[in-house]
């Protein structure tokens, strides 16, 4: 069987196995990344890469991680304090800090019902809280951490499967054009 032959094989193998659940997706994207190097494509297996080794290899900041990130990782989160009792927040401090980096590694996140962001991340929110603050109540204000629900969780891994997905759509159309 030709190389090429092999790579069209393992290209819709893989996308089936995405689609039916057979393999765990942190599996399919190293199928995909043995794929990219058999084909010699190497600007999608930097993607790749973080998607099996976490946003945070690269980015370190939460603003550098905000802004990196796919659109599939950027979620919805809950607040809590020290004694795990929820904290709302008023929509001008959502649009200020609402916003959840899902930076984990794929197989983590398939591992979990729930991810816990802890006080590093929000290191920012409380400082500016304990500055910034109208009053007493909102300047004593400490977000101890920030929970990714299940079903988040659920969103950002169907976010990867449709962008592996494309990826394989794309690898079989210029093989099989070829």
Known sequence: MSKRAQAI???????????????SLHE??????????????????????????GYLVRYK??????????YYRKTAWKFYDLYGNPINL?????????????????KELESKDQVIVDGTFLDQFNKFMA????????????I???????????QVLEGIK????QLLDMIISILETE
């Open 90 to 106: 008023s929509s001008d401090m959502i649009v200020l800090f609402g916003r959840s980096t899902v930076y984990h590694t794929v």
């Open 131 to 142: 500055e910034h603050g109208t009053d007493h109540t909102s300047r004593s204000l400490k």
């Open 61 to 70: 900041t939460r603003d550098d991680l905000y802004q990196n990130l796919p």
């Open 144 to 154: 101890y951490e920030a929970r990714i629900s299940h079903v988040e969780i659920k």
């Open 28 to 53: 399919i994207i190293e199928s995909c990344k043995n794929l990219c190097k058999l084909i010699g494509i190497s600007e999608e297996t930097s993607w790749l890469d973080l998607e099996t080794s």
């Open 162 to 165: 449709k962008r592996v997905q």
């Open 9 to 23: 094989q393992l290209a819709k193998n893989t996308s089936i196995e995405l689609v039916d659940d057979s393999r």
